[in-house]
């Protein structure tokens, strides 16, 4: 049975729409809670040697210290992360002391990042992300320079950059959400496992448009949308059984991985998802209508 994915496409048009647009708000009004490797800061883990203390005794006991807006990250059932402006020893010191009148604690990590530091991190990730978008667009281009009609080759290299917006707006919009009211931050490991989902999201995508250019060239004399519809039928289960199979391990990771991989692998999870979407529902449609749209101004 050969399923018609392009009759539905104002409808994935739509429901995308409204996802970037919401996605653009959050992100507008909230924007995004940065972490320390990106402002600065002092991290500190501890864990207690029986029950760990709640997170309003820890707040209540810190108080004093002037640090400003504490993030407190409970780490399985005695372990503790505190998240703060950057700090001195003699500060370092006193926060042990603190933590420590309630029972015995073992200090696992602590870790300090200047302001300094943090802005050339945030530079360098931009840096980083523009060159990676860069270096995929050649890519496609170059990839599938075979194509030149009914379509350019560039056109498959805008369509896929469209999805990796997509793939990548949306998360950062639900993760502006997510810091403003939960006090989720966006860290390193967050930037990594975003251009994860740049990878991952082109890898779907360059294989919808390979199929696409070989039943292009074989000339089977179909029109351009009954020649991406069948690509699109012919990689589906491909598509789906791949993505499947990263998410099983996602999915065990957020539930079962720790705190500190949480967010880690939330990302991804959705990163993943939206990519094997667009890759499908996104990518290719954009090249119809957009073929639809050229033959309406220049008739062939």
Known sequence: MVFNFLKYKKLYFIFSG????????????????????????SILEVEYKEARISNQLIKAKLAELNLGEILIQPTNQKGVILRMKDISEEIHQEILKKLAEDGEIQELRFESIGPTIGRELKEKTK??????????????????????RPIRSWWLSIAALIALFHDILIPLGIFSVLG??????????????????????????????DRLRENLLKRLNLTFEDAVNQSLNQTLTRSINTSLTTLFILFAIFFFGGETLKYFSLILILGISLGTYSSIFIASPILVSWLKWRQKRVPV
């Open 180 to 209: 403003k009211f939960y006090g989720v931050q966006i860290t390193i490991p967050i930037v990594v496992a975003l251009l994860t989902v740049l990878g991952y999201s082109i890898n779907n995508t360059v294989v919808v448009f």
């Open 18 to 41: 409204i996802l970037i647009l919401g996605s653009l708000i959050c992100l507008l009004f909230f924007g995004l809670n940065l972490g320390m490797d990106f402002t600065g800061g």
């Open 127 to 148: 840096i980083f992300v523009v060159l990676a978008l860069f270096s995929i667009v050649l890519y496609v281009a170059l990839a599938f320079g075979r194509i030149q």
